[in-house]
């Protein structure tokens, strides 16, 4: 049985709505930070709020439905329609995952209630007794922060590669009037790293907990900062630094980790689900006791060798294959008819291929053919044939083909495609003969859209003149 966390709700205002005449009148029992932090132990349950308000729904649902992993399910009523079609909604408010504010406005609470949590902190002496504890939640609170200001420069960032371009807002404060303006990517990047030096110099020895940061979670996120921002000598370190830690799971273990959570042999980062939490992510695909409102595309489904267990796993045994009913299985439902599958949000296997893009793009085409082999061998029940590629451009299609099939409905699609499109040239493109395109269902989203960069939400724009002049091209 899951545990439930520990959650306290604070009636303070959101890092952008000013509510400072609330703030000057509450009710003696409202929990503020007055109140509500005077232990350690008010911390940790702090803490637990912060991990449990940090939504992976959303990048999860985005990057299968906007792109070419999905297609209209058997049971679809409209439902997230408009992302399928690459509609993007600047207007905020709502819960679709085409409503470009939902990642925004999540993200910036949990920073807002992290920087709250700091303030809360710096007023609590720990006793001897309480300290690595402590010194630990501090290390978290850096830790996600990090992660936090990381996704947003991914979505909302102009140019990753590019410290001059414009980024997102890095805030390290907490206020109830903010309008803060965009920071560059190299500012947002200096910030973040900062928090992840931090958080290492904070973690007590011993802090091995996947549930919660770790010093291999900050090393495996600059992994991913390092391949995003073309520092491919750093990713290679970095993940140079975790491949002896964790096996690649094997067939039956990699299908354990994704059934009723029964194991977790190369997991980093568990997201640990809980009952209540509302973050069912099976249900971003299917209704809850009903069909699918999306199924896996054809083509996705395609490539999968026969012999490959990824392909049991995302594929739901309730499925029909002969019918081209291809239901998402990847999160099933437990055994207790709860839909609270852990998030594996930090996987080795995500590490090889990391490493294999960085020597791909320093031309080790060798090394990069034998870190992509490692992982089909790990997934395959016969052996793969050999790997050998020859240019930039045919190992980066290798590399991104095999980052679809290991790490699909995991939230990389989108964000795969965008970081490699100036060296394949290519978009989204959905299989028309084979998959759901055409009329108002784009077949193609070219490389050059505007698209690949999400906009500002509308009520950010409204509420903070200062950033209003800083939205993102074509929108």
């Known amino acids: 049985m899951k545990k439930y966390l520990g959650i306290i709700t604070l009636s303070v205002a959101t890092l952008f709505t000013s509510c400072s005449d609330q703030l000057d009148r509450f009710p003696v029992d409202s929990l503020v930070e007055e109140t509500a932090y005077n232990t350690v132990e008010d911390l940790q349950f702090g803490l637990n709020g912060v991990i449990g308000s940090y939504s992976t729904n959303y990048i999860i649902g985005f990057n299968s439905i906007f792109t070419d992993n999905t297609q209209l399910g058997v049971d679809s009523g409209g439902q997230d329609r408009a992302l399928h079609e690459q509609i993007l909604n600047a207007d905020t408010g709502g819960f679709s995952f085409g409503d470009a504010g939902v990642l925004w406005f999540n993200r910036y609470s949990v920073i807002n209630d992290i920087n709250r949590l700091f303030e809360a902190a710096a007023t609590i002496t720990p006793s001897d007794d309480d300290l690595d504890q402590y010194n630990n939640i501090l290390a978290q609170n850096y830790a996600f922060r990090a992660l936090a200001h990381y996704e947003l420069l991914l979505y909302y960032g102009l140019d990753l590669t590019s410290d001059t371009a414009l980024g ?11 309008t803060p303006a965009r920071n560059t990517v190299g500012e947002v990047l200096i910030g973040v790293q900062n928090d992840l030096d931090q958080a290492l110099s904070l973690f007590p020895a011993g802090t091995n907990d996947i549930n919660f940061a770790t010093p291999d979670f900050v ?28 096996p690649l799971a094997n067939a039956a273990e990699y299908f354990d980790m994704f059934n009723e959570d029964a194991s977790k042999t190369e997991v980093i980062f568990n997201y640990d689900n809980v009952q209540g939490a509302d973050s069912g992510i099976n249900f971003v695909w299917n209704f809850s006791g009903q069909g699918p409102k999306f199924e896996i595309s054809n083509e996705l489904f395609n490539a999968y060798s026969p012999d490959d267990i990824r392909r049991s796993v ?8 002969a019918e081209n009913v291809l239901v998402v ?70 590399i991104i083909a095999e980052r679809r099939l290991e790490l ?21 493109n959905r299989d028309i003969s084979i998959d759901d395109c055409g009329g108002s269902i784009p077949c193609e989203l070219p490389a050059t859209s505007p698209k690949f960069i999400l906009p ?16 993102a091209p074509g929108y």
């Open 168 to 178: 997102v807002p890095y805030v390290d404060y907490v206020s109830e009037d903010a």
């Open 219 to 246: 090393t495996f996120l600059r992994a991913r900062i390092a391949l995003e921002t073309g520092d491919n000598a750093g990713a290679i370190a970095a993940v140079n630094a975790l491949i002896p830690n964790y």
């Open 314 to 321: 995302i594929l739901d045994p309730v499925s029909d294959v």
């Open 329 to 398: 299985g990847k999160y099933p439902i437990n055994a207790d008819t709860q839909a609270i599958n852990d998030f594996k949000y930090m996987r080795i296997s995500e590490a090889y291929l990391i490493r294999a893009e960085a020597y791909a793009k320093t031309t080790q085409f060798g090394l990069a053919a034998a870190d992509v082999l490692a992982v089909q061998t790990a997934r395959r029940g016969s052996p793969p044939p050999a790997i050998s590629y020859g240019s930039l451009i045919e190992a980066i299609e290798g």
């Open 408 to 428: 699909a409905f995991e939230g990389h699609r989108y964000t795969d495609i965008k970081r490699v499109r100036s060296i394949t040239g290519d978009g989204i």
């Open 456 to 471: 500002l939400p509308t009520g950010e724009l409204n509420g903070n003149p200062v950033i209003r002049e800083q939205q």
